[in-house]
């Protein structure tokens, strides 16, 4: 992508670092209120197109610090915000703070977009987003799934792929065609940065697969 090279190389300097610290500071801070001190903080937080229209303009920015799933329960909301941290820090350390800000800040304009078309944005499709780069960009980093099972990130970025799709599939045929385009739009970073070259980045490991196993089996029939 020659024109994020370009605004990499004139703007790169001056990008903030270590978004995802802010972020999750943020989601933590605003969880605690919400459950201690005011619930009503979710509603004037969240991403709403009729908030906006009453020029409620934080919302653009505060969306992201609403926890994804408001679950009472601080061990699961701490394990969230942990997993989410951990998948931003990777991809800014493998990428830059430059090219992960804007990979970022595509899912939020994402986000807005899905706003204006079905009513409600929220940062779901910005963190998928955020997973499916990271099982991309190292599928065999592995995961302790329920805290004892070591499973590599290439099989759960595939496992909900399958559910996005899914979910993508059951609005269409439903006839739900703006919560469908509101889907698509919230992968906008995801879709930038890795559409154009994946089809023929999975054809070549493919083929890459295809040949090692040619490989082994001749070498197994010596």
Not at 22 to 49: D, E, K, P
Not at 195 to 211: D, H, N, T, V
Request: some cysteine.
């Amino acid at each position: 992508m020659k024109w994020l090279a370009r605004m990499e190389y004139r703007y790169g300097a001056r990008a903030p670092k270590n978004l995802m610290l802010v972020v999750a500071g943020g989601q933590i801070a605003a969880w605690l209120v919400i459950m201690l001190f005011y619930s009503g903080l979710y509603n004037w937080i969240q991403l709403t197109r009729a908030g906006l229209l009453r020029l409620e303009l934080w919302r653009l920015v505060t969306f992201v610090f609403c926890p994804m799933d408001l679950t009472t329960n601080p061990l699961f909301f701490a394990l969230e915000v942990y997993l989410t941290f951990i998948i931003g820090i990777s991809l800014e350390r493998a990428w830059g703070s430059f090219k992960f800000d804007v990979y970022f800040l595509l899912g939020m304009a994402g986000a807005w977009v899905g706003c204006l078309l079905t009513g409600y944005g929220s940062v779901s499709s910005l963190y998928y987003s955020l997973f499916f780069a990271f099982a991309w960009l190292f599928p065999d980093h592995q995961l302790l799934l329920f805290f004892v099972l070591p499973v590599k990130v290439k099989w759960l970025g595939l496992a909900a792929g399958a559910l996005y799709l899914l979910n993508l599939a059951l609005l269409l045929v439903t006839l739900h065609f703006a919560q469908a385009a509101a889907l698509v739009v919230g992968l906008a970073g995801f879709l930038v940065f890795f559409g154009p070259g994946a089809a023929g980045q999975l054809k070549s490991r493919a083929e890459a697969r295809r040949r090692r196993r040619q490989w082994q089996n001749q070498w197994r029939g010596r």
